[in-house]
Nanobody, 117 residues
Framework: QVQLVESGGGLVQPGGSVKLSCAASTSGLIINTMAWYRQAPGKQRELVASITRSGSTYYENSMKGRFTISRDNAKNMMYLQMNSLEPEDTAVYYC???????????WGQGIQVTVSS
């Protein structure tokens, strides 16, 4: 069974920073690509950034230069460093991972990030 648990969210002021973490429990299965998604109120869930097991990254345009995705394969951890946050970044952020030989998709429960003064 695969379990993903996000942490590190909360309330942050505009222009501030926050770092999200995702801890994965996979019963020994290899984690392939991992990603962060977000869903703002009234909007569809959208991709924020992704990272392959070898460390190749992809960012949605609006996040480039502000967000940094990283992972630690030995610890089964993924991170999202978010800088220069804007109110428009307010959303529930979800950890996503493709696990095992068939790259089965798993989701975390999500964590709220609110950017407000």
């Amino acid at each position: 069974q695969v379990q993903l648990v996000e942490s590190g969210g909360g309330l942050v002021q505009p222009g501030g920073s926050v770092k999200l973490s995702c801890a994965a429990s996979t019963s020994g299965l290899i984690i392939n690509t991992m990603a962060w998604y977000r869903q703002a109120p009234g909007k569809q869930r959208e991709l924020v950034a992704s990272i392959t097991r070898s460390g190749s990254t992809y960012y949605e345009n609006s996040m480039k230069g502000r967000f940094t995705i990283s992972r630690d394969n030995a610890k089964n951890m993924m991170y999202l460093q978010m800088n220069s946050l804007e109110p428009e970044d307010t959303a529930v952020y979800y950890c996503n991972a493709r696990v095992g030989p068939w790259s089965r998709e798993s989701w975390g429960q999500g964590i709220q990030v609110t950017v407000s003064s």
